[in-house]
């Protein structure tokens, strides 16, 4: 519980409950937006939500604890992107096009990017590098393998890019970030 | 002095700072993806407004709620209300020296760019005006996020006020309303993004960008302490944005079915802008090939493609001495890369103008094929494996047939070639021939 409640892990479920009503309201009301912008934009506020409630408010001091704490950072992260993913799934299945596997793909390799970011540069810059990117996605051809956030349908290179970076980036998460500091909630 | 001295300290210390190669790597890719000509102005102006707001602006936004909140999450705003400095000095302090760094990266990049292309452009100049709403949009980014983090010092306030930037104005830019026809038009929120801002909506932009600032501070003034004044103040910052948004909707020009004419928002007759072709530049001898002033630095090269696409063809009945090349393009593409397009010349030179179509273009299989044959020569574009045109809208797609037929003509000898063009060239310009008389 203390792990939890160090972690915001309450109001990080509020904000994804906030993210995926936000993602139903666009789809219902905005519903003639183009499609590739709906799979770059919508998994973009979960995704940076999941990514900075990786940070721990301990530093190093979180160390020293008996219970094994990569794999608790792991769990937690992974049940926050499931949850995260169920409900952009829920909220998308307003859509008259079926996007869920591609919002799921997406969320999952932006959330990867953040907690990667997070890893380098502090987790509280964590939405630095899914936000980076989908700007940079939003002027690339689709057709280029680096746009995999908006390719459509879902195809195994863009699936590929998404798995990689959601398994990389929570392995990243796993380990402990001695660049936290206790000071900062 | 001591402000500055004081913007300089922060500015050091300051967590923007990390954006600034962000920023910068950010844009240079978006531009290079965008294809930037750096000997054009008009490519120079356009992707400078398109490719750095977008990805700097939320960014700062971010920045600014992350250092916003800095102090209320250490607890230490009680022991700074104790300094002698004004509170809403600090903060104002704090908030540009956060701009500060978005404000220089995108300098950068300005004059970067501006540098390349003075010294390759022919024609055209630098737009200071997009340059300066860019950088007064950056500071209102900066204004607003900054607010939210004082506002909210919670860790997630920076990530959300960054997404909001960004899927806000990039829904603005492309914010598009389905028309009866099935089709989709630009709606005119889409000027409010400053990737779209034009000329004539270029001082109402800056009034708005303007505005949003004044209100952000005024809302951090009136959160410190709530009094009429401040209220005042806040009231009168809300001016500007409205006005600006008020003259931007104005500014769209629509149709007045019932007087036929355009106007503005205001019912106002909008006159058509007079615009004066600058005076073309011209090269070549035997095949002439005029082009607007900036494509100026591909003009020999294109007026080589042109006299070898002539070449086979000296001396028939219908061509001219000297041929001046009609329809020339422009392209761009990571393969060709830039160049002044002669492919559009074909059209004059297999066929009579009393055979062309709608749209000035080949009809006529056999003048496509042998079209297609001059094309193949010069390495351009045939449009041979391109789908039908569905529309039939005659933009002069060769078909199947002709394609093959321009094929098997590329492989005869060149006496061969002129042999044949010699005897059938006159009634091919005509439109008399058909597939069945080519080789």
Redesign the interface.
Known sequence: MLFLRSRLAGPALVWLVAAALLAWLCLVRYDDLPLDLTTLALPLLPAVVIGVTARSPFGDAEEVASRPLPLFRVLYLAGLLVIGIALLIGAASVADIDLRLALARTLVGYTGLALLCGRVLGYRLAWLAPLAYAAVTLYLDTASRWAWPKQLPVESWSLFCGLLLGALGLLAAAQATPGDQPDDL | MTTLRLVAIEARHN?AL??VP?ILL?AW??ID??LWEPYLWSSTNELLR??VV??AG??IA?AAA?IAGNDR??AITDLLSTTPHPTLSRHLTRWFATAVWALLAYVVVAVYMFSRTTLHATWGGPEFWSVAIAEVALLAFAAWGYLAGYLS????T???V???A??GQ??VA?S???MGDGT?RSTWPTLLAVSNVTERSAPWQALLYAGLTFTAIAALWLAQRRDLVRGALLALAIVPVVGGVVMIWAGVPRWDYANNRLVDGWGNTIAAEEYTAPEPVCRGDDVVVCVHPQFQPWLDRAVLDAEHLVAPLRGLPGIASPVECRNIGFGTGRNDGTRVVVDGCVDQLVADESTLGQYGRIENEAQHAIGVWLLARIGGHTMCGMSVDPLDLGMGFPSESACDAGERFAVLTEAEQRDWLETHFADLRTGRLTLADLP
């Open positions: 967590a990390l954006l962000v950010g890719y978006l993806a965008q398109k490719s977008p990805l939320p960014a971010g992350w999450r250490r010092a919670s860790r997630f920076a990530p959300i960054a997404v909001v960004f899927s990039m829904f492309n598009m309303a389905a989709q």
